[in-house]
């Protein structure tokens, strides 16, 4: 039987998704918690690997299982096992044909940034900060020089196992919440699939013009060169959750992993 599960986890303590020897991973805590449920060991791949301090609102997993239990069991079984920061939010049989990465039509994350000339506190490690004030038209006119399919070498970590730079970008989506000298910045980006920091990439651009820097059309030099070297630092992970993928609807996930019931509307960060 497969099996896929949504999880939600706050990444700072861990050293991102993929097991590690270390065991501090979400990877590892998750599949040691099934795999005390089921009483069998239990392997899992995810629609999204996410690096160390990133966080998931929905992460998709499945796995195989030769354990017969009801979903809400699985949910609240594992959950039992789970730190305090990882949590199943359901489970749902699924046909063997499903594969929560090879299945998956798009992927959605966001990166929050806080706008404050005093450095996080309450929410330190849930969301970026800028101290300086950022021009959101200047950071849109950029952003939009993105959408599309494109050779993102530019925005591609050097240790990135994708096997093309080429991309098709969606959607990229920046609204400010609060109009004082304290705000918070939501940045959404959907595409068929990302590269290794490829989003902590284009907000290092995102911010540096954002901050008046570089002129918006730099985004497209920077684009057009394919070449690491010319675009900024890797942003913090800081700020940056996986809102999960989506998928149609004849897989019989729930409406928030549904392309065709539009996704689940993001709520802001947990």
Known sequence: MRLALGVRYHGQAYDGWQSQTSGRTVQDKLEDALGRFADQPISTLCAGRTDAGVHALMQVVHFDTSVEREPFSWMRGTN???????????????????????????????????????????????????????????MRAAAGMLLGRHDF?????????????????????????????????HFEFEADAFLHHMIRNIMGCLVRIGHGKAP??????????????VAAPTFSPNGLYFLGPLYDAGWGLPPEASLQAGGAAYDGPP
């Open 216 to 229: 918006p059309e730099w985004m497209q030099e920077v684009l057009e060169a394919r070449s690491r070297l």
């Open 80 to 138: 039992r096992y789970l730190p305090a920061d990882i949590a199943v939010q359901w489970a749902q049989p699924v046909p063997d044909q499903f594969h929560c990465r090879a299945s998956a039509l798009t992927r959605r994350y966001l990166y929050v940034l806080s706008q404050s000339p005093v450095r996080p506190s309450l929410d330190a490690g849930r969301v970026g900060w800028s101290i300086h004030p950022l021009d959101g038209d200047a």
């Open 153 to 185: 070498s530019s925005f591609r970590a050097s240790a990135c196992q994708a096997l093309s730079p080429v991309k098709d970008l969606r959607r990229i989506e920046i609204t400010r919440r609060g109009e004082n000298d304290r705000c918070r910045w």
